[in-house]
């Protein structure tokens, strides 16, 4: 029993480990709120883990002895990720200055139980990773830390809240069987290239699970495809032209490491348009120009079948563009408004932070306007000479100014006092 009772104690100490460091990082003020909360339900867990290893005894068994390290071993290879991830949310590097507009928007997207953390991450691009058992209802965006102080490109947060809306909205399922039907539609009308490339496919069998097999590639790129698609267009109904500027700021031309599970970004401008389209928002200058067309990395076995997924998503594009633009008018999610963003403008021309916006969204399409138009502010030398470090600093106030009229029109109270 010896030594189970010193792999039972390195657990603990390794637990205890934990602990410490969660203790180590814990600061007086978060200035984002739910890291600290994230941070205490983390701490609450590992007590609990702890709680259920001092249940042991000499008489447990090295089996149930290992049985139980195992698995606390396991939860700490799930949890430091996450907590590494809350410690990066505090770093200065960060636009905290966009949380509570963020957080507020997470809300009206996914509901009223979401609780969003931005984190500067080493990953050129952004990402999101989804609620999980340790933290429930917690939605953990990743930003370039080269850019994260960048208040421009927060629109890209919009396509990250997709995700948890593709997965609770059950769009998967939705979709499933039109996606699979597509695909199977195209093999037909090519049957002799499917052939050479899967030889000995009976046509007879081909939805058959045997059949299948040959294509279910296809179809798991093509769920994926649509996922990212849909995002995108929920990025672009929220945040209107400013996530087309955003989009193209950080990804053109392409991104080296292509992905089976995205769509090429020339696809995914093109159908950005296709949608920009159908809200009626205005498309910037050249926006699709400046991705180019990469040439494909892939054999010629998993190029044919990604040319089955580019065709099911291309008869996909329209039904997940009406899917969005219904999902966001159920939301309440506002649409552009044009006369909301021009008195922005007209406040950052003025060098003072936008305020009194109904929606945070205009401030970010007035900031991009400014951005791309080389005549604004031309009379402040001085200005014109840092313009891109004063648009940043005049958007991130309008962020806190945004976020201080929210509170101060939920609190009516103190708005009076």
């Known amino acids: 029993m010896k030594r189970a009772a010193s792999v039972l104690d390195n657990t603990v100490r390794k637990l205890n480990a934990v602990l410490a460091e969660l203790d180590r990082i814990r600061v007086k003020d978060y200035p984002q709120p739910h890291t600290e909360e994230g941070l205490r339900l983390i701490e609450l867990l590992v007590d609990d883990y702890l709680a259920s290893l001092g249940e042991l005894s000499d008489r447990s068994g090295i089996e149930v002895v290992h049985g139980h390290c195992e698995e606390m071993l396991d939860k700490i290879v799930v949890l430091l990720p996450l907590i590494g991830f809350l410690l990066r949310s505090t770093n200065i590097r960060n636009s905290f200055e966009a949380h509570g507009p963020l957080a507020r928007l997470a809300c009206d997207v996914v509901g009223e139980q979401a609780k969003l953390v931005i984190s500067s991450e080493w990953e050129f691009s952004p990402f999101v990773e989804m609620p999980t058992p340790q933290l429930p209802g917690f939605i953990l965006i990743g930003l370039p830390a080269s850019e994260s102080g960048n208040g421009l490109i927060v629109p890209l947060a919009g396509h990250e809240l997709g995700h948890p809306v593709w997965t609770g909205e059950r769009l998967k399922d939705e979709f499933d069987e039109r996606l699979g039907n597509e695909i199977a539609s195209a093999i037909e009308a090519r049957w002799s290239e499917y052939e050479e490339h899967f030889d000995g496919a009976a046509r007879e069998k081909l939805g058959d699970p045997a059949g299948r097999d040959h294509w279910s590639p296809a179809l798991t790129w093509a769920h994926r495809q649509a996922e990212e698609s849909f995002c995108d267009f929920l990025g672009l109904r929220i945040f209107s032209e400013s996530f087309l500027h955003a989009f193209g700021f950080l990804l053109a031309p392409e991104t080296p490491d292509q992905s089976r599970f995205y769509p090429s970004l020339r696809t995914r401008a093109d159908n950005l348009v296709k949608a920009a389209t159908a809200y009626s928002i205005p498309v910037p200058d050249g926006f699709v120009s400046q991705f180019n067309v990469a040439k494909s990395p892939w054999d010629e076995r998993t190029e044919f079948l990604l040319s089955l997924v580019r065709n ?106």
């Open 312 to 417: 099911a998503l291309d008869a996909l594009v329209p039904d997940l563009i009406e899917r969005c633009s219904t999902f966001a008018d159920e939301r309440g999610l506002g649409r552009r408004d044009n006369a909301e963003i021009k008195k922005a403008r007209a406040d950052l021309e003025l060098l003072v932070p936008a305020s009194e916006m109904s929606q945070v969204q205009s401030v970010l399409n007035a900031a991009w306007q400014v951005h791309v138009e080389d005549d604004v502010w031309c009379e402040y030398q001085d200005v014109l000479e840092r313009k891109d470090e004063i648009l940043n600093e005049l958007l991130l106030k309008s962020f806190e100014v945004n976020q201080i009229e929210a509170y101060l029109q939920s609190s009516p109270n103190v708005a009076k006092g």
